[in-house]
């Protein structure tokens, strides 16, 4: 599903991020405020709670336009990834069982 975030687009991204997307389980289970800020933190280069090998992957990934990929937990304990393509073409908000 195609998300519209009203004044995010005001951000000055780290990369480009293209079109924002979620899944219609991510959109239930994250609330809207964690979910922005889950975005804010990606599209700034806090890759969340990545092991120290991930993290450098994604640094790598910003030189060379691989994908990048993020993890980060709700209030509510709940996990969701955040992965914008190589391409930065699109950012997809989801949870690991939406994979």
Not at 1 to 6: D, P
Not at 16 to 24: D, F, K, R
Request: with cysteine; proline share 5%; hydrophobic share 35%.
């Amino acid at each position: 599903m195609h998300v519209q975030i009203a004044g995010f687009n005001e951000l000055k991204p780290k990369f480009p991020y293209g079109s924002i997307v979620a899944t219609p389980n991510a959109l239930r289970c994250i609330s809207q405020d964690e979910f922005i800020h889950g975005l804010q933190r990606h599209i700034a280069g806090d890759w969340g709670t990545l092991e120290p090998e991930d993290w450098s992957a994604n640094e790598h990934a910003l030189e060379t336009g691989g994908r990048l990929f993020s993890v980060y937990y709700s209030s509510a304990e709940q996990k969701f990834w955040i992965i914008t393509e190589a391409d930065r073409s699109v950012t997809t908000v989801r949870l690991p069982e939406d994979y």
